[in-house]
């Protein structure tokens, strides 16, 4: 299905990945053990098992997948970081072999004619940082301001475009307000420090890299829009009270230095024990000014209030528990990938819209991650027919398209992700790439999608086809 779709002329396709899900090579070069390493091993964490330890193992196959991705013909590839690769306690000693294996990907991408986009953090944090507190201490974030130094000044001479962290929403609910993830701390509201630190920590790291010559920095955020279970009073309530604490919390504080509500920023008071004059100097500080903006989109969450009769599976993949103010609710009649998760196109549109909306300074928007789970194997003549993965980025882009010409601001668009990868508590199970991975072999054989992308980004400009 060759695809008709246009964008304008410097638009930058991508695809993203991240270092714990498809590095392996745990043990390798030193490499400091993170929260990651210890909550996959505890029975019962991930399905089936599944271990990280090697992974797809792209520590070792960098070389294969930089070329993967140079006959895609991204302009951009977004990855992260390993800080427990960097500096295996978090802070302090410098792992050069950590250092040195940036410095090959990087090399490769370039050579490649490939831009780099790292992200600082995707979740895997340093167990000794953990153990002194980890995101519910304020160390930390001071720890990620040494660390974004430290790369800034090693990387900065090569690498243009830097994302902070990823998804600090998901971090905070899933590691630390529930166990769904590590660090597993299952706090509910109480996990409110965790926001409030990582937000701290990213504010620091701009500085932090613009001091050491960054050219264009952002972040990575989910966001997905939040339906009312109905018109009543009460789900009304509670759809505003879950998109402030998922989707506001992690960008109002950053696009205009506010939290979204009272509640919210005294509860941070509270939780953190900050004075009134030190949060509002840590909101400066985290509304430092951006050049980008990432979006990372999935699906829309459908949001009520706790009835004896809602039932939240298959929605947000956990149960929400009991107590809080909100019950997720399912959305119905839509098709859904093989995770689940309903397929919602004109979400994306109906986000950037309400992005547009809430903040009048809101820099240039990139879509750092959007893709979908389709367990599609090889056929018997070996090709991966995954007619459904090619639907689901068509209808994206289609619906992305439309909201640029109704005037949202997307300088570029990452399909999640190049390969097949480690996705969290899934383990294995859950397929997002545009390459499939043997996981006995670890052959990567391209998907049809992977054609279709690399058609679609030909079309857009022939003279780069490689
Ligand atoms: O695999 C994850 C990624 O780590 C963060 N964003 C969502 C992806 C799919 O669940």
Not at 118 to 125: C, E, F, M, Q, V
Not at 131 to 139: D, H, I, K, Q, V
Not at 146 to 152: I, M, N, Q, V
Not at 203 to 221: F, H, Y
Request: hydrophobic share 40%; proline share 6%.
């Amino acid at each position: 299905m060759p695809s008709s779709l246009v964008f304008p002329p410097g638009f930058r396709f991508g695809t993203s990945t991240s270092a714990f899900q498809i590095e392996g090579a745990t043990d390798a070069d030193g490499r400091g053990v993170s929260i990651w390493d210890v909550f996959a091993a505890e029975p019962g964490r991930v399905l089936g098992g599944d271990s990280p330890a090697v992974g797809i193992d792209h520590y070792h196959r960098y070389a294969e997948d930089v070329a993967l991705l140079a006959q895609l013909g991204v302009q951009d590839y977004r990855f992260s970081f390993a800080w427990p690769r960097i500096l295996p306690t978090g802070r302090g000693t410098v792992e050069k072999r950590g250092l040195d294996f940036y410095d090959r990907l990087i090399d490769a991408l370039l050579t490649a004619g490939i831009n780099p986009v790292p992200t600082l953090y995707h979740w895997d944090l340093p167990l000794a940082l953990q153990e002194a507190g980890g995101w519910m201490a304020r160390e930390t974030a001071e720890a990620f301001a040494d660390y974004a130094s430290l790369l800034g000044e090693h990387f900065a001479d090569r690498v243009t475009d830097w994302l902070t962290l990823n998804e600090m929403s998901v971090h905070t609910l899933y590691g630390h307000g529930l166990s769904e993830h590590a660090p597993g701390l299952g706090l509910e509201l109480a996990a409110l420090p965790a926001a409030h630190y990582q937000l701290l920590a990213h504010g620091l790291a701009v500085q932090r890299l613009r001091a050491a010559g960054a050219q264009r920095i952002g972040v990575a955020n989910q966001h997905f829009p939040v339906i009312p279970a109905s018109d009543d009073d009460a789900d009304l309530i509670a759809a505003h009270v879950f998109a402030d604490l998922t989707n506001w919390t992690f960008a109002d504080p950053i696009l205009r230095g506010v939290y979204p509500s009272d509640e919210i920023a005294g509860g941070i008071l509270q939780l953190t024990g900050v004075s009134p004059e030190q949060l509002a100097a840590d909101l400066r500080v985290i509304s430092e000014p951006l050049d980008v903006y990432g979006v990372n989109y999935y699906e829309p969450t459908r949001i009520g209030a706790p009835q004896a009769d809602r039932d939240s599976s298959g929605v947000l993949e956990v149960d929400i528990p009991e107590g809080l103010p909100f019950a997720a609710v399912p959305i119905e009649g839509v098709e859904r990938t093989d995770f689940g998760w309903s397929i919602v196109p004109s979400g994306l549109g109906d986000i950037l819209r309400q992005l547009r909306e809430r903040y009048p300074e809101l820099p240039p928007i990139i879509i750092t991650e959007n893709g979908a789970s389709f367990s599609d194997g090889p056929g018997a003549d070996g090709r991966v027919r995954d007619e459904r993965r090619i639907r689901f980025l068509d209808a994206h882009l289609r619906a992305l398209s439309d909201e640029m010409a109704a005037g949202a601001n997307v300088v570029g668009y990452y399909v999640w992700s190049i390969l097949d990868n480690f996705e969290w508590a899934a383990g294995f199970s859950e397929r997002f790439g545009l390459v499939h991975v043997d996981l006995d072999t670890l052959a990567r054989t391209p998907k049809d999608s992977y054609y279709w992308y690399r058609d679609l980004i030909e079309a857009q400009n022939p003279a780069r086809s490689v």
